[in-house]
């Protein structure tokens, strides 16, 4: 089983950039296709963007195309979320999350869970 430890939420104004990290212990991580979810306050987790086991394949939300990046590090056990231009709506807990079964990236019953990072955009 994979652990995964979330890091570099914050605080950042709209039209910032941030980028969060996901460490994830365990010999198999580069088999698996990784993804970032979000939990906006009083709203349901969605999901952000995923990236298959080389890096080869990557999907997004449609909210995030074209501002955020997913990418992965197999060597270092590490999968990114590069987010630029946020906005306030970009406010949420971020969760990374590997995938164990399935083929949807948006069946979240099929993922293991990061603890969650928060993100804060003001405006």
């Known amino acids: 089983q994979v652990q995964l430890v979330e890091s570099g939420g914050g605080l950042v104004q709209a039209g910032d950039s941030l980028r969060l990290s996901c460490a994830a212990s365990?010999?198999?991580?580069?088999?698996?296709?990784m993804a970032w979810f979000r939990q906006a306050p009083g709203k349901e987790r969605e999901f952000v963007a995923a990236?298959?086991?080389?890096?080869?394949?990557?999907n997004y939300a449609n909210s995030v195309k074209g501002r955020f990046t997913i990418s992965r590090d197999n060597a270092k056990n590490t999968v990114y979320l590069q987010m630029n231009s946020l906005k306030p709506e970009d406010t949420a807990v971020y969760y990374c999350?590997?995938?164990?079964?399935?083929?949807?990236?948006?069946?979240?019953?099929?993922?293991?869970w990061g603890q969650g990072t928060q993100v804060t955009v003001s405006s």
């Open positions: 365990g010999r198999m991580f580069s088999s698996y296709r």
């Open positions: 999350a590997v995938r164990s079964r399935g083929n949807s990236d948006q069946v979240q019953s099929d993922y293991y």
């Open positions: 990236i298959s086991w080389n890096g080869g394949n990557t």
